[in-house]
């Protein structure tokens, strides 16, 4: 028996939990470094922008990538707020899902965020400075990517996001169980118009 797609609420509802217990991460996380500042040493210490950007990337994004990884691959298939929904991801088609398609499909999701942190640790570093280049590349990652995202999910009938297609994954309606058969629901066959419906 084939499963559908993940309805768009669901989906919202579900990122909307994530994203709540992720702030409650990123605040537990300021209180308890300024704490430490505070007891053993005089304030935040001088890293320079490497080091900053370093400490941001193994505090906060690592643990971010790795709650969404090991989640998603893991028995439920589901983050806490999919769980909540009672909606999984999966792989599209008849293969299994791959540990692979998990990674690629949080790296991507998790790229805007990341060149956030960049972008700001190389204006503060560098007055603002940015060539136009550069702070277009990075514009168009941070804004245009989840935009575009948005975009996709509300007008595909499967509400895949670009991180589902390149990841050749899908969010699918109930609790991931092993015993229903493979769908075909994201695949562009000419018989089953799911982009426009």
């Known amino acids: 028996m084939s499963k559908s797609a993940a309805s768009l609420k669901k989906r919202l509802l579900a990122l909307l939990v994530d994203i709540l217990l992720i702030?409650?991460?990123v605040i537990g996380l300021l209180g308890v470094t300024q704490?430490?500042?505070?007891i053993f040493l005089d304030g935040p210490p001088a890293m320079g922008r490497l080091g900053e950007?370093?400490?941001a990337f193994s505090t906060l994004l690592s643990p971010v990538f790795l709650y969404f990884v090991i989640t998603e691959y893991g028995k439920a298939r589901a983050t806490f707020g999919k769980r909540m929904m009672h909606i999984h991801i999966d792989s599209i088609g008849n293969l299994p899902l791959t540990l692979t398609q998990v990674i690629l499909k949080n790296i991507i999701k998790l790229l805007p965020w990341q060149m956030a942190h960049t972008f700001i640790?190389?204006?503060?570093?560098?007055?603002?400075?940015?060539?136009?280049?550069?702070f277009v590349l990075f514009m168009v990652i941070i804004y245009g990517l989840p935009i575009l995202s948005i975009f996709i999910i509300c007008i595909r009938n499967d509400h895949c996001s670009i991180h589902?297609?390149?990841?050749?994954?899908?969010?699918?309606?109930?609790?991931?169980?092993?015993?229903?058969?493979?769908?075909?629901?994201?695949?562009?066959?000419?018989n089953n118009n799911i982009f426009f419906g």
């Open 35 to 38: 704490l430490l500042y505070h």
């Open 53 to 55: 950007e370093l400490i």
């Open 164 to 190: 589902d297609l390149i990841a050749n994954t899908i969010v699918l309606e109930g609790d991931y169980d092993t015993t229903y058969d493979r769908h075909k629901d994201c695949q562009d066959d000419e």
């Open 121 to 134: 640790f190389t204006g503060f570093h560098n007055d603002w400075n940015i060539p136009v280049f550069a």
């Open 23 to 25: 702030i409650v991460y």
